[in-house]
């Protein structure tokens, strides 16, 4: 019966390994062509991390849109939303009026302020980082665009939401000095055959976004390659090896949330 007993219980192990939810890796490339749709207004977007894929202290979306789209303003009330513009550009809209951004720029927008965008450039793409998630967003419960919705109800401080250049800088540009508690967001640059290591601390969560280039991603079962527009998502504690595997320069977004602060350029 013993013997019996130990073998039940090695094929419940194999078992439960064989079924364990994909939100158990610490560490997982995330492929772009995955990544389910949702829409807010006229803007389809993609979410690449989100907490149905095991994040839980941050979101990235990705939108391309045409100009005259607008992304219903909406209100996170309890997340701050950092904005990073690549190509084309839009206006930030809050209530009647609307600020332009650009390729090269970021726009941090605290938690409770009223946002959202219009594309005034055809072939605008953008990624949003929510921290931490916001659900309601990826519901259509945000959708102000929708018939009978209600206003956005949240408030517009002057002042309270930021812009900054980020396209012709290497190194942190969301951070504190914007406002941001919550999060840290940075653009590194990696020449050919250049590796970048990252130790993620207990209780944290990283996100890398590929821009441009290839990656070969370690740290995983074993070494994964990320294109352009993959993503890799990381909770620590784990240790990440990124190698530009490809003939050009790879950029990529490096989001980590709580910040480190010991980790600040």
């Known amino acids: 019966m013993k013997h019996v007993a130990r073998l039940g219980a090695i094929a419940g192990f194999a078992f439960a390994l064989l079924f364990a939810p994909a939100w158990g890796q610490p560490v997982r490339v995330l492929k772009f ?3 389910p749709e949702f829409k807010m207004g006229k803007v389809t977007s993609r979410r690449i991390v989100h907490p149905e894929m095991g994040a839980r202290k941050i979101t ?3 939108s391309a849109s045409e100009a005259g789209n607008e992304f219903s303003q909406h209100v996170h009330d309890g997340s701050d939303d950092t904005i990073i513009c690549f ?3 839009a206006d930030l809209r809050q209530g009647d009026s609307r600020r332009r951004f650009r390729a090269g720029q970021a726009v941090f927008v ?23 998630p916001d659900m309601a967003l990826y519901t259509g419960a945000r959708d102000s665009s929708r018939p009978g919705a209600a206003a956005p109800k ?3 401080t002057p002042g309270a939401v930021k812009y900054v250049e980020f396209g012709s800088k290497t190194g942190v540009f969301i951070g504190p000095e914007t406002g941001a508690r919550r999060v840290v967001v940075a653009r590194r640059v990696l020449a050919p055959g250049e590796e970048m290591r990252v130790e993620v601390r207990k209780d944290a969560e990283h ?33 990440v090896r990124l ?23």
């Open 110 to 132: 605290p938690a409770g302020e009223v946002h959202g965008t219009i594309t005034t450039a055809s072939g605008t793409v953008m990624i949003s980082f929510q921290t931490p």
């Open 33 to 35: 062509a995955e990544a």
């Open 154 to 156: 949240g408030k517009i």
């Open 87 to 89: 190509m084309g550009e």
């Open 207 to 239: 996100v890398i976004f590929l821009w441009q280039g290839a990656l070969e991603a370690g740290g995983l079962a074993k070494p994964e390659k990320m294109e352009r527009r993959d993503a890799l998502f990381a909770a620590g504690p784990a240790r």
């Open 60 to 62: 990235l979306n990705f």
């Open 243 to 265: 190698r530009n595997v490809s003939k050009e320069q790879a950029v990529l977004i490096h989001a980590q949330t709580p910040p480190d602060s010991s980790r600040t350029k």
